[in-house]
């Protein structure tokens, strides 16, 4: 079968980032796939055929970028690029070394590969950027203000960089995901409010790529949340 395009995937080794890599391995990509945890890596590349992996480890972004590069020279390119690396934490006494790990990943490192694909884009001329942000990115949260803030981030820096190819005229998608309750190790806790499996999570991210959303909710319905939350915030989140 043909290959339809190259997509790399940041964060590939668990959750929606594996379940991606797997989703559009099986639609007929080749596959990039980079991760901190290397071992984890080389488990899913041996059940992906034609996939090529990179340990990266985003809280050295230069590192990070440099990787990124090298993985888009071997594979010949990349059309799609999705970073879902990423990583938080319930912090309600504020535990300063929570809050910097969660600034490293989301913010810094999110950042920098971010910058390193839409550059590289902007040289090809064309591709699709990905981003996994998440419905927290509206409003503020007491018991994971880190978490949250980057999120916010997130969707912000995406937003930026949608204003950004506007103005070049260039044919660059820019879609900022948005998920509410995933089932991965990053949703602690015993809520199960609307909780997708990050199978569902990713089909439904798939969808998003393929119509070249700006941006989604996922599941759909947290398009509901997302309405609310943008008009109640301050009544809602901060009696």
Same mark, same amino acid.
């Given at each position: 079968?043909?290959?339809?395009?190259?997509?790399?995937?940041?964060?590939?080794?668990?959750?929606?980032?594996?379940?991606?890599?797997?989703?559009?391995?099986?639609?007929?990509?080749?596959?990039?796939?980079?991760?901190?945890?290397?071992?984890?890596?080389?488990?899913?590349?041996?059940?992906?055929?034609?996939?090529?992996?990179?340990?990266?480890?985003?809280?050295?972004?230069?590192?990070?970028?440099?990787?990124?590069?090298?993985?888009?020279?071997?594979?010949?390119?990349?059309?799609?690029?999705?970073?879902?690396?990423?990583?938080?934490?319930?912090?309600?006494?504020?535990?300063?070394?929570?809050?910097?790990?969660?600034?490293?990943?989301?913010?810094?490192?999110?950042? *920098?590969? $971010?910058?390193? /694909?839409? =550059?590289? %884009?902007?040289?090809?001329?064309?591709?699709? @950027?990905?981003?996994?942000?998440?419905?927290?990115?509206?409003?503020?949260?007491?018991? *994971?203000? $880190?978490?949250? /803030?980057? =999120?916010? %981030?997130?969707?912000?820096?995406?937003?930026? @960089?949608?204003?950004?190819?506007?103005?070049?005229?260039?044919?660059?998608?820019?879609?900022?995901?948005?998920?509410?309750?995933?089932?991965?190790?990053?949703?602690?806790?015993?809520?199960?409010?609307?909780?997708?499996?990050?199978?569902?999570?990713?089909?439904?991210?798939?969808?998003?790529?393929?119509?070249?959303?700006?941006?989604?909710?996922?599941?759909?319905?947290?398009?509901?949340?997302?309405?609310?939350?943008?008009?109640?915030?301050?009544?809602?989140?901060?009696?």
């Amino acid at each position: 079968m043909e290959s339809k395009g190259i997509a790399i995937i940041v964060g590939a080794s668990s959750g929606i980032g594996e379940a991606l890599a797997r989703l559009f391995a099986a639609e007929g990509y080749r596959v990039g796939m980079c991760a901190r945890r290397g071992e984890l890596l080389l488990a899913l590349q041996s059940e992906i055929s034609g996939s090529v992996v990179r340990q990266m480890d985003v809280t050295s972004p230069d590192e990070a970028v440099e990787t990124f590069r090298s993985l888009v020279a071997e594979m010949g390119g990349a059309d799609i690029v999705v970073v879902s690396a990423g990583t938080g934490f319930i912090n309600p006494e504020l535990e300063w070394h929570k809050e910097k790990a969660t600034i490293d990943v989301n913010v810094t490192g999110f950042c *920098a590969l $971010a910058n390193g /694909a839409m =550059k590289y %884009f902007m040289e090809r001329r064309q591709g699709h @950027l990905v981003a996994i942000s998440s419905v927290a990115a509206l409003f503020g949260s007491p018991r *994971a203000p $880190a978490y949250n /803030a980057s =999120k916010a %981030f997130v969707s912000t820096y995406m937003e930026g @960089l949608k204003g950004k190819v506007r103005r070049l005229h260039l044919p660059i998608t820019i879609t900022d995901i948005r998920p509410g309750f995933v089932d991965t190790a990053m949703a602690q806790g015993p809520n199960i409010f609307w909780m997708a499996s990050p199978e569902e999570a990713a089909r439904q991210i798939y969808e998003a790529i393929r119509k070249k959303k700006a941006c989604a909710y996922v599941t759909r319905r947290w398009r509901l949340v997302g309405w609310l939350a943008r008009i109640l915030r301050h009544s809602l989140f901060y009696r």
